[in-house]
């Protein structure tokens, strides 16, 4: 299955008439092999980078599917190479835009925009609120769940002087770096508020990040008002209950 | 079209990166990378987007596919009903090209249109 194995590298030679040399092939039977050498454009590009694991693409299709359905190898991959192209044919356009703004950085935002102009219209709404969970529950993650704004800032900051390449998956319920806390806003939420929210358990693993929260600034309890609106129905720890 | 409660589940597996099951960022984010020269820098979150974006993807055009499946009244989904899910659907139209022609032209279709079988 990988291409440096030491089987695929001895199998150009002349072990072509092996069994081993159909077991190969059937693992690479698909565009690498297939079309790999006809589009010969993957020069260089090993076919896993190329698309999505087959078995993952499988899994999907078979949600929609009655069970009794069956799917023709063909099949599977015609719609394997439909999804890198849809990526491709979506990226292209939000890279297109970001290079008229003269960004050079491509955005969860730049992609949705993309999927809105290219017809795909349906997908925004779903895609923006998978996204917003997303961005939820990870600023949770880290202990900032009501600032949470002000963190993804203070990470795309971050972010532009890393590369911008990092997915920043911190552990779950980790206490957030203490560079991050002197880059807060003034004023601090109100923690003994938050609390309410915070299943028992986890409240105690974050026991720690808040209480120094709270000896930080627990005056202004205003300013965060519109934040607890916000969060009101929206349990972010359901996640991890039970 | 859509059945009730088609986003419901979607959002069940964000736990832990986006998901036990979810496709493999670090595989989008190449495929980004490769869809232009121009392609820079891509924020973290744009593969994780495309993640869910790719799953809808695969749901509409093998929903659409099999429809086509169905009206051959066959129960095996085949690369034609896919090409022709492609055809019939404007936003799949940028797959026209990848669809109907044959990927080896030695290999199934020398005259360049296979898609119409059975």
Redesign the interface.
């Known amino acids: 299955m990988v291409p440096l194995s030491p089987t695929e590298s001895s199998l150009p030679p002349a072990n072509a008439p092996l069994p081993i040399d159909n077991n190969d092939r059937k693992t690479t039977e698909r565009?690498g092999g297939?079309?790999g050498?006809?589009?010969g454009g993957g020069s260089g590009?090993r076919e896993?980078?190329?698309?999505?694991?087959i078995a993952?693409?499988i899994?999907?299709?078979r949600?929609?599917?009655p069970t009794?359905?069956?799917?023709?190898d063909?099949?599977k991959?015609?719609?394997q190479?439909?999804?890198?192209?849809?990526?491709?044919?979506?990226?292209?356009e939000?890279?297109d835009r970001c290079?008229q703004e003269q960004r050079?950085?491509?955005?969860?935002e730049?992609?949705?925009w993309a999927?809105g102009k290219?017809?795909?219209d349906?997908?925004v709404e779903?895609?923006t609120?998978?996204?917003s969970?997303?961005?939820e529950?990870e600023g949770d993650r880290a202990g900032h769940s009501l600032r949470s704004e002000a963190f993804y800032l203070n990470r795309r900051g971050n972010?532009s002087n890393t590369?911008?390449?990092?997915?920043?998956?911190g552990p779950?319920l980790l206490p957030p770096p203490p560079p991050t806390l002197g880059m807060l806003p003034p004023y601090a939420p109100p923690h003994h508020q938050a609390m309410g929210y915070v299943d028992p358990s986890a409240a105690a693993a974050m026991g720690t990040y808040y209480g120094v929260g709270s000896s930080t600034g627990s005056g202004s309890s205003s300013a965060n008002s519109p934040s607890q609106a916000n969060l009101a129905g929206f349990d972010p720890f359901a996640?991890?209950k039970n | 079209m859509r059945q009730p409660g088609m986003y419901s589940g979607m959002l069940s597996g964000i736990s832990g990166k986006t998901g036990p099951h979810s496709l493999p960022l670090a595989r989008i984010k190449k495929i980004m990378k490769k869809s232009g020269d121009d392609v820079k820098m891509i924020s973290g979150e744009a593969p994780i987007v495309f993640s869910k974006a790719c799953e809808l993807f695969i749901e509409e055009l093998t929903r659409q596919s099999w429809a086509m499946t169905m009206q051959g009244r066959r129960r095996t989904l085949h690369k034609d009903d896919v090409a022709s899910a492609v055809a019939a659907t404007d936003i799949f139209d940028f797959l026209v090209n990848l669809v109907s022609e044959p990927p080896n032209a030695d290999e199934d279709a020398p005259g360049g249109t296979n898609n119409i079988e059975h």
């Not at chain 1, 896993?48 to 694991?53: E, H, K, L, S, T």
């Not at chain 1, 190479?81 to 292209?92: D, R």
């Not at chain 1, 050079?104 to 969860?108: L, N, Q, S, V």
């Open positions: 565009p297939g079309h050498s006809g589009g590009v896993q980078d190329r698309y999505m694991p993952n693409v899994r999907i299709m949600r929609i599917l009794h359905a069956k799917i023709s063909d099949a991959e015609t719609i190479e439909c999804v890198s192209e849809y990526i491709s044919f979506i990226t292209g939000a890279n290079q050079k950085t491509i955005t969860a730049d992609v949705l999927m290219l017809g795909f349906d997908y779903p895609l609120i998978f996204l969970r997303y961005r529950i972010a590369g911008g390449m990092d997915y920043y998956y779950p996640p991890f």
